[in-house]
């Protein structure tokens, strides 16, 4: 389903020059019946290796605008808008994890075919994602970065603001407010683009998460997955009871002995925004690694 387009408040709507140049550059991909049509963007050269980005809930590809330029010029980049954000069709309800993951599968094999192997980067609720993605397709992903994947454990549920039906300056502090609260820990770090996205993103979203079947997910694909594993966190992740963060890496471990986990300081939920360069050195690093 093509959305419309949102008018955007002017405060919220600032031209930026690393976001605009993705945009204008992005190549577009569709695939998928009529009416469970998966919208990708993609940058990079075609013939180098496939990494796979997924978004995080009420999300599009800017949740990895900092991190496109990265990679793009040795890898095709590929974000599809998860079903029910972006451009992307809604699922039909009930809404399960697993069917997503199966549709995004499936959509994947239709864009790359259906034995090229892919390195895989999910965020928060693309995190979860990746858990039954990586079943539907056991031994394709080559690397895997699991940013502060929603689905290990029970989330901490930080102050949100509802957006509906806010104008002006209302709606931007509401959107600066969710920043602060969920995505970033760090005020300098609610930036004009930080806002542009926030707003451009969840203006189109239309899947809620609290109605989603999330079943086993990590739990279950974790401990299998035979190739190279990364976790992340951000110290201030507000998704993530502060009591518990530390056992965070301790927990993937236990489920994946040669994971490798890292926290960043003074990082919020939305790490590959607000620690760009540190996340960036974490997935390069990974990348370099021989296939298991």
Same mark, same amino acid.
């Given at each position: 389903?093509?959305?419309?387009?949102?008018?955007?408040?002017?405060?919220?709507?600032?031209p930026d020059?690393?976001?605009d140049?993705?945009?204008?550059?992005?190549?577009?991909?569709?695939?998928?019946? !009529?009416?469970?049509?998966?919208?990708?963007?993609e940058?990079g050269?075609?013939?180098?290796p496939?990494?796979?980005?997924?978004?995080?809930?009420y999300?599009?590809?800017?949740?990895?605008?900092?991190?496109i330029?990265?990679?793009?010029?040795d890898?095709?980049?590929?974000?599809?808008d998860i079903?029910? *954000?972006g451009?992307?069709?809604t699922?039909?309800?009930?809404?399960?994890?697993?069917?997503?993951?199966?549709?995004?599968?499936?959509? @994947?094999?239709?864009?790359?075919?259906?034995?090229?192997?892919?390195? @895989?980067v999910?965020f928060?609720?693309?995190g979860?994602l990746?858990?039954?993605?990586?079943? !539907?397709?056991?031994?394709r992903?080559?690397?895997?970065?699991?940013?502060?994947p929603a689905?290990?454990?029970?989330p901490?549920?930080?102050?949100?603001v509802?957006?509906?039906?806010r104008?002006?300056?209302?709606?931007?502090?509401?959107q600066?407010?969710?920043?602060q609260?969920i995505?970033l820990k760090r005020p300098?770090s609610?930036?004009?683009?930080? @806002?542009r996205?926030?707003?451009?993103?969840?203006?189109?979203a239309?899947?809620?998460?609290?109605?989603?079947?999330?079943?086993?997910?990590?739990?279950?694909s974790?401990?299998g *997955?035979?190739?190279?594993l990364?976790?992340?966190w951000?110290?201030?992740?507000?998704?993530?009871?502060?009591a518990?963060?530390?056992d965070?890496?301790?927990?993937?471990?236990?489920?994946?002995p040669?994971?490798?986990?890292?926290?960043?300081?003074?990082?919020?939920?939305w790490?590959?925004?607000?620690?760009a !360069?540190?996340?960036?050195?974490?997935?390069r690093?990974?990348?370099?690694?021989?296939?298991?």
């Amino acid at each position: 389903m093509q959305m419309p387009v949102v008018p955007l408040p002017p405060e919220l709507s600032q031209p930026d020059a690393q976001l605009d140049q993705l945009r204008d550059t992005a190549r577009s991909i569709w695939s998928g019946p !009529e009416g469970a049509r998966i919208h990708w963007a993609e940058w990079g050269p075609r013939d180098a290796p496939v990494m796979v980005m997924l978004h995080g809930a009420y999300g599009s590809w800017p949740h990895f605008v900092r991190n496109i330029n990265a990679f793009s010029h040795d890898h095709r980049v590929l974000i599809p808008d998860i079903p029910g *954000y972006g451009r992307s069709d809604t699922p039909p309800a009930p809404v399960r994890l697993v069917d997503i993951a199966a549709h995004i599968a499936r959509a @994947l094999d239709e864009v790359i075919g259906p034995d090229t192997p892919y390195r @895989l980067v999910g965020f928060s609720f693309g995190g979860g994602l990746s858990g039954p993605l990586l079943l !539907e397709h056991p031994g394709r992903q080559t690397h895997v970065l699991l940013g502060a994947p929603a689905g290990i454990a029970p989330p901490a549920t930080p102050a949100m603001v509802s957006v509906r039906n806010r104008t002006g300056d209302d709606l931007i502090a509401a959107q600066r407010a969710n920043l602060q609260s969920i995505m970033l820990k760090r005020p300098e770090s609610v930036t004009p683009l930080a @806002l542009r996205i926030q707003h451009e993103c969840t203006a189109m979203a239309r899947l809620r998460v609290e109605r989603v079947d999330w079943g086993p997910g990590l739990i279950v694909s974790v401990p299998g *997955y035979k190739g190279n594993l990364t976790c992340v966190w951000g110290d201030s992740d507000s998704f993530v009871d502060p009591a518990e963060l530390p056992d965070r890496p301790a927990r993937i471990r236990a489920m994946n002995p040669a994971a490798d986990t890292h926290i960043l300081p003074e990082t919020g939920h939305w790490m590959q925004f607000e620690a760009a !360069e540190s996340f960036n050195a974490i997935l390069r690093d990974l990348v370099s690694k021989p296939p298991v």
